[in-house]
């Protein structure tokens, strides 16, 4: 228990420290060195699903791995870089609370959409309102897996 503390309290500062954006030349820079998504590890127990911390009251997931909520949906965004990272399922967020790792998520070419596959970009999203559907970000090789793994039995 004390172990976890301590690693989610280390992610969280690695995330207040480390800089992600884009670079004009398209791909993404961490503190201005150009960082690139890893491989996509086995989808197995020791892969990791990152989810709202509201998950248990909206969604049956039937997933081979561990599901994780750190607290931050743009944290959560950024950890589809690593390889054992299966996906990032975001609830009904706000377009500022996904913009920014939406940019990075495509530079990584990491497959953005809903559960059902239909692709989402900022243009299609009001402003001023949640997005209608949950967000799934993952490598385009499980998308389809790690999406036919969760149920929505919430609005």
């Known amino acids: 228990h004390r172990d976890l503390h301590r690693l989610i309290r280390r992610q969280r500062q690695m995330c207040i420290r480390d800089r992600y954006y884009t670079g004009s030349d398209g791909g993404v820079l961490l503190n201005g060195e150009p960082f690139r998504a890893q491989p996509p590890a086995a989808l197995d127990s020791e892969a990791v699903l990152y989810v709202p911390s509201d998950f248990h009251r909206c969604y049956e997931i039937t997933f081979p791995g561990k599901l994780r909520s750190l607290g931050s949906a743009a944290y959560h965004g950024l950890m589809t870089a690593r390889a054992m990272t299966a996906g990032v399922l975001q609830g009904r967020i706000y377009l500022w609370d996904a913009a920014a790792v939406m940019a990075i998520n495509t530079a990584w070419s990491m497959q953005i959409g809903t559960l059902s596959g239909k692709e989402i970009a ?3 999203w009001n402003v001023n309102q949640k997005n209608k559907e949950p967000i799934l970000f993952a490598h385009p090789q499980n998308f389809e897996k790690i999406a036919t793994a969760i ?4 609005s």
Do not use: T, V
Not at 151 to 154: A, E, G, L, T
């Open 122 to 124: 900022p243009s299609q």
């Open 151 to 154: 149920n929505r039995i919430q």
